[in-house]
């Protein structure tokens, strides 16, 4: 849960820093890439600062598949910022994530091949780190135009990213859709940020289901290995039972042993999390979380930990202590002594 | 003198009305009296344990009645019967039935833990009974670092944590060596003579000096009774 809220922030954050507008043309009601033709005309609308087409594509680099981004040059995003070198200002240049030039051991002045056959010797002018440590890791920047020869798009975007002045979104949306000959797709950033909400709400969805049925099958895991050391706990109640010891007392001391169990297990389970992403780097379990990372994370795997499921796993673990133990403490405390403790 | 322990028909079937039906004590008629030392003597299986256990209250009978200065045990709720095991009667296991987890002083003192003692008086009262039986440089260490002897004096110091009238041992020298059984002669000696009711299930005719009475158990039944004069 904390990789997944990680993740979630540092999208929240990379699609607050992007830009107002995505635009794309409408295919069947999927996203299709938009002709260069129509730029000029969106520059012109009343609201617009800036337009900046864009050709997204995966390829790979080496054994890695990094993304690759096709834009103008000096239109970097404002979250991507050079740790070393500049940006790239003209075409066969690039400027690639800290994480892939770690992975490769590239520095400002390598050149590389991307995209096979159809490929461009690419000079590297800037390590970039951007603030989500994901991106950071196999996005490569380039030349517009190299984009678009390596992925023959021809005189097509992969979409138009808009700016406006604050307060316009609405007006240049209703503007866009007004444009003739095209069937534009618009999607807002507040639009963006509720697919992401979505995305992360289903995926959050999927994960506590997986967690719940896990829950379910513990239970009754628990009962039968539980029941395996029984005979030894009836043992003990009975004792306590033949010294004077109440059922209700007995019970009491079993609600108290879960409780001292469960503030001992949660905390020490969060300690463990937390040791496993921050200094483990969440080796072998982010790749549940983060698609195509593999078992050895190449960036530092975002996570937050947040009271909700601190809580929560304090919950489950009372819950589980509790069914496991509070039944067949009770059977073991309503029989005579004598035969519990056989 | 006072009867302070009496039963009437008192039964215990295993299994009743199936093809294994176990009649383990059937028909027994008994009275002990108040300061008395009573010994039920038979050979193994021969239903002491289910007797003793009936009288200690830790068991149920299938039917008949047991009596404890004048309340009838078999009629009490589970809750009473709790009460007259932590008020009235301390018992001492064959096994002796120490929790392995627990140190010696803590196996000791922990019947008092429901009747909100204190951890600094139980552990006063717990520290005092194992110094009377020659425990107290054992206090700290748990059953399995004990002999079978320190182990029984462990139980018997439990079973007199509560201070209880009666105290009844179920063959309590099955386990210990010869050296701990003549500790545990002058031990129950000493008790009766503060006036405690004690009842005694063995086949140990080394413990037969000290009764007042002797009731001969054989195939669940009382088949004889020999009263003493001490």
Redo the contacts between chains.
């Keep these: 849960m904390a990789i997944s809220e990680g993740v979630k922030a540092e999208s929240l954050a990379s699609v607050m820093e992007g830009a107002d507008i995505y635009l794309t043309l409408d295919q069947y009601g999927k996203n299709a890439p938009v002709p260069l033709k129509y730029l000029p005309e969106v520059k012109k609308i009343n609201g617009v600062m800036r337009v900046v087409p864009r050709v997204l594509g995966r390829t790979y680099l080496g054994d890695s598949l990094a993304v690759v981004v096709g834009i103008p040059a000096g239109e970097l995003p404002p979250s991507v910022e050079c740790v070393e070198g500049k940006p790239f200002s003209s075409r066969g240049e690039a400027v690639i994530g800290v994480g892939l030039a770690r992975h490769f051991n590239f520095t400002v002045g390598h050149a590389f091949m991307l995209g096979g056959v159809n490929g461009r010797m690419l000079k590297i002018t800037g390590l970039f780190k951007a603030d989500s440590s994901i991106w950071a890791s196999d996005l490569i920047f380039i030349p517009f135009e190299d984009a678009s020869a390596i992925f023959k798009t021809g005189d097509l975007a992969t979409d138009f990213l808009i700016y406006v002045r604050p307060g316009y979104t609405s007006a240049v949306a209703e503007t866009l859709k007004k444009i003739e000959g095209a069937s534009f797709r618009i999607q807002s950033k507040e639009l963006v940020k509720q697919y992401f909400n979505k995305g992360f709400t289903l995926k959050g969805g999927i994960f506590t289901a997986l967690y719940t049925v896990a829950f379910a099958l513990a239970i009754p895991a628990l009962l039968v290995s539980s029941g395996f050391g029984l005979s030894e706990r009836k043992?003990?109640i009975?004792?306590?039972?033949?010294?004077?010891?109440?059922?209700s007392?007995v019970l009491e001391?079993v609600v108290f042993e879960n409780l001292i169990i469960s503030l001992t297990a949660a905390p020490l389970a969060l300690l463990i999390s937390f040791l496993w992403l921050k200094g483990l780097n969440g080796l072998f379990i982010a790749q549940f979380f983060i698609a195509e990372i593999g078992l050895f994370p190449p960036f530092n795997v975002p996570a937050r930990f947040l009271p909700i499921p601190a809580f929560l796993s304090f919950f489950f673990s009372l819950i589980l202590t509790m069914v496991g133990s509070l039944y067949s403490s009770w059977r073991a405390a309503?029989i005579?002594?004598?035969?519990a403790?056989k | 003198m006072e009867t302070i322990i009496r039963t009437e028909k008192l039964a215990k079937i295993y299994n009743p009305d199936t093809s294994y039906e176990v009649k383990a004590l059937w028909d027994v008629d008994i009275e002990i009296k108040k300061g008395h030392v009573a010994i039920l003597s038979g050979p193994s299986g021969s239903g002491k344990t289910t007797l003793i256990s009936l009288l200690g209250a830790i068991d149920r009978p299938t039917r008949g009645k047991a009596f404890l200065m004048g309340e009838e045990l078999t009629a009490m709720s589970d809750v009473a019967l709790s009460k007259v095991r932590r008020e009235t009667i301390g018992f001492v296991f064959q096994s002796f039935n120490l929790i392995p987890r627990l140190s010696a002083i803590d196996n000791v003192a922990f019947p008092l833990i429901p009747m909100g003692v204190s951890v600094t008086e139980r552990h006063r009262r717990g520290s005092e009974l194992l110094k009377r039986f020659q425990m107290g440089e054992r206090m700290r260490h748990t059953p399995e670092e004990l002999s079978g002897g320190q182990q029984q004096r462990v139980a018997i110091a439990r079973a007199l944590i509560n201070n209880p009238q009666i105290i009844i041992a179920d063959e309590p020298t099955s386990n210990i060596d010869a050296e701990a059984v003549k500790y545990l002669i002058e031990t129950i000696y000493a008790l009766k003579k503060e006036g405690r009711t004690i009842i005694i299930s063995t086949h140990d005719q080394s413990l037969f000096n000290l009764a007042d009475v002797i009731f001969d158990v054989k195939d669940g039944r009382i088949t004889g009774m020999r009263e003493f004069k001490q």
């Design positions: 043992r003990e009975g004792i306590l039972k033949a010294t004077g010891w109440q059922t007392e001391m309503v005579p002594p004598a035969e403790m």
